[in-house]
Nanobody
Framework: QVQLVESGGGLVQAGGSLRLSCAPS????????MGWFRQAPGRERELVAA????????YYTDSVKGRFIISRENAKNTMSLQMNSLKPEDTAVYYC???????????????WGQGTQVTVSS
């Protein structure tokens, strides 16, 4: 099993920035990819960004392209999501997740963090 611990999040004004981090532990050798999902009230959970652990390939959903950056910090073995130019519609609970295969298929993610709230005020 992989355990995931998230940090970051909070309240920011529209146009501001936040950084989320996720630290995996446990069976980290089984990780093929890691990603960030978000879920707003009344909406389905969506894959926002993902990164393949071996070659660093990345995926972004269209609504965050050019604003969010996902990265892996090898020295710390952590994953981060830098969120810039935040909009009120980015408000959601953000979840870190890991997958043993595929990085763009949401259903392949099988380990989850506890979630962290991101609120963007207008």
């Amino acid at each position: 099993q992989v355990q995931l611990v998230e940090s970051g999040g909070g309240l920011v004004q529209a146009g501001g920035s936040l950084r989320l981090s996720c630290a995996p532990s446990g069976r980290t050798r089984s990780i093929y990819a890691m990603g960030w999902f978000r879920q707003a009230p009344g909406r389905e959970r969506e894959l926002v960004a993902a990164i393949a652990w071996n070659d660093g390939s990345t995926y972004y959903t269209d609504s965050v392209k050019g604003r969010f950056i996902i990265s892996r910090e090898n020295a710390k073995n952590t994953m981060s999501l830098q969120m810039n130019s935040l909009k009120p519609e980015d408000t959601a609970v953000y979840y870190c997740a890991s997958s043993g295969s595929h990085y763009t298929i949401p259903t392949m993610y099988n380990s989850w963090g506890q979630g962290t709230q991101v609120t963007v005020s207008s």
